[in-house]
């Protein structure tokens, strides 16, 4: 059935047939989710819901979202080392960052937008506000975008971002990460988040980090290193898929992987 209760009517897998609606997308699971209230996370506790909260039926607006193309994006988009650089390339370790854009079922996300933004190898964001006392690199930027392909995978070089201290409590110091904003297939399957580096001792004493009450969702946030996929004598390389929510759907009895 559809979002509207109408018969879903089969076509061809992978095909798009216009007069269907979407549809909805599988509920979250808020056991991975941190709550929103952490003393330990200062900030929280001023931006945290002081009453419970709703859950709202999923509208047609929610579960369609923005489409975008190729011809949205810049050649140098996904080359932080590059779409800045005006004497020079950027200061830091050069590396790539990799991986693919699924759902909750495995499937893959094709040409759905995936911007990263991230301090530069000193651990400074090029922001007014940025006021810690390490330099800003004149040929980084630190932002980017870029669409996956047709299997969800895309990846960009970059320099590995340095860690920085903020005002949480007293030496409070954020791990080197970057962010991450995918946009998938509707706008409630948007998911803003932040990748990790393996072996950073900073991981296990970040508060941020620590609201999020699975381990094993914790570990789906540090990317491993992926020395099979390193450029000799150029970059090393690390691993991040991500996964967005799932739509529901009605198996077919000829088609058990769903519609």
Same mark, same amino acid.
């Given at each position: ?59 047609? #607006? ?25 004497? #020079? ?96 297939? #509707? ?58 929510? #799932? ?13």
């Amino acid at each position: 059935m559809n979002i509207q209760g109408q018969p879903f009517v089969a076509d061809e897998p992978g095909s798009v047939h216009p007069q269907h609606n979407p549809l909805e997308f599988f509920s979250r699971d808020r056991a991975m989710q941190p709550p929103a209230y952490q003393p330990i996370y200062k900030t929280s506790v001023a931006r945290s819901p002081r009453r419970a909260l709703l859950s709202l039926d999923q509208s047609l #607006g929610d579960i369609t979202g923005p489409v975008f193309g190729h011809n949205d994006i810049g050649l140098l988009d996904n080359d932080l080392i590059r779409n800045y650089a005006k004497t #020079g390339d950027p200061i830091g370790e050069r590396i790539i960052v990799h991986g693919r854009v699924l759902d909750e079922c495995g499937r893959p996300v094709p040409r759905t937008l995936v911007e990263f933004w991230q301090a530069n190898a000193s651990g400074r964001y090029r922001h007014k506000k940025d006021t810690y006392l390490a330099p800003i690199d004149p040929n980084f930027g630190g932002c980017g975008r870029t669409l996956t392909d047709e299997n969800g995978y895309y990846y960009f070089r970059t320099v590995k971002p340095g860690p920085y201290p903020w005002r949480n409590y007293v030496n409070s110091w954020r791990p080197a990460h970057i962010h991450f904003s995918i946009f998938g297939t #509707g706008f409630i399957q948007r998911l803003i988040t932040q990748m990790y580096f393996e072996g950073d001792p900073l991981i296990k004493i970040c508060p941020i980090v620590n609201v999020v009450p699975d381990r094993d969702a914790i570990d789906r946030l540090i990317a491993p290193l992926d020395v099979n996929a390193a450029v000799p004598d150029d970059c090393l390389t690390y691993r991040f898929d991500i996964v967005l929510r #799932g739509r529901r759907s009605t198996l077919f009895e000829n088609r058990l992987e769903g519609n």
